[in-house]
């Protein structure tokens, strides 16, 4: 019953996962007008299925990492009441914000909820070190790197744009193609990368938590996620893709490509490194960073996101730490 009781809870926060993330990588192509919403979400959904697929075989070290594995005693990890509890804990706190339009990261949900069951079930047993070396060190240092990057990376193709652009004023072409075409091409390209590199980031730190199912190959834990973030994608994306595409910053094709390239290039080298990188914090501060250099950034919007990314981790170690010692009074 308790491990019908867990998959039940990862396929929720699967679904959360996919409504509230699969939209982000490319949200700077609806931003920018080159395409529209269907569009975007259809082709945020190929590439991120894709990319959790590649999971499976590049990204064996997060799954080991989110199922609590060197932050509590093994013994605790093939508890089912603690897989169980850090599940609900990161899946409610995600749906919630996705409900309300806010971007949040599901990785920093599930670094929350692991604190909260982890700290109520072992106490000083949990391993403090870790949580702060492995887990919290990238989710800190990764949205500073991407607003940096993008920064000097959107700087520099603007002198290469003016440079092409000064050789052949009416209408710059490289190899007789329209730089506009090629530059719409790229940008499609980079949203497949960024949602790639998020279904190959998130897929296995959702499907950890099922490690304790041994009755289920891994392969196909992480089939089921997949489709599982897939649907919740195509049903309850839209307000969160709103405050990605809209309300962040304004930008044109070339900006949101930069952004796109440097998230897509942080997230993908994070997880074939085992590092738990949050694409929203990556795809966000790529964005801010060129909403910065354009000086057409909402700071208003940008606050709203922050303080929902600081109250994102307390509130999952919150819910956790309840749904765990709710359950561990029943069984």
Not at 245 to 258: A, E, L, R
């Amino acid at each position: 019953m308790l491990l019908i009781l867990l998959f039940i809870a990862v396929c929720f926060l699967a679904f959360s996962n996919g409504a509230n993330d699969n939209f982000k990588g490319v949200a700077t192509l609806f931003g920018s007008g080159i395409t529209n919403y269907k569009k975007a979400i259809n082709w945020a959904t190929i590439t991120t299925f894709s990319g959790s697929v590649a999971a499976i075989y590049l990204a064996e070290e997060l799954v080991k990492n989110f199922s609590g594995k060197g932050l509590v005693p093994n013994e605790l990890i093939q508890t089912p009441i603690f897989a169980i509890a850090i599940a609900l804990g990161a899946a409610i706190t995600v749906f919630s914000a996705t409900k309300i339009g806010m971007p949040i990261s599901t990785t920093h949900s599930l670094v929350g909820a692991l604190f909260g069951a982890g700290v109520v079930a072992v106490g000083s047993e949990f391993n403090f070190e870790k949580l702060g070396n492995t887990f919290l060190m990238p989710l800190i240092v990764s949205p500073l790197m991407a607003a940096i990057l993008s920064l000097l990376a959107y700087l520099l193709f603007k002198f290469l744009r003016k440079q092409i652009s000064s050789l052949n004023k009416e209408h710059p072409t490289v190899l007789g193609v329209s730089s506009s075409r090629i530059l719409d091409g790229l940008h499609y390209l980079s949203s497949g990368i960024v949602s790639f590199a998020r279904g190959l980031n998130d897929t296995p730190k959702i499907v950890g938590l099922l490690i304790i199912i041994n009755t289920i190959a891994i392969e196909w834990n992480m089939i089921s996620v997949a489709v599982i973030m897939v649907i919740g994608g195509l049903l309850n994306a839209k307000k969160v893709g709103e405050t990605m595409s809209k309300k962040i910053t304004k930008m044109n094709s070339g900006q949101g490509f930069t952004a796109n390239m440097i998230t897509g290039l942080l997230v993908t080298t994070a997880s074939v490194h085992g590092l738990p990188v949050s694409t929203t914090h990556v795809s966000v501060g790529s964005l801010f960073g060129i909403g910065t250099v354009t000086k057409k950034a909402d700071y208003n919007v940008i606050g709203k996101i922050i303080l929902s990314w600081v109250l994102t981790l307390p509130i999952a170690a919150i819910i956790s730490a309840v749904v765990f010692k709710v359950l561990e009074l029943f069984t």
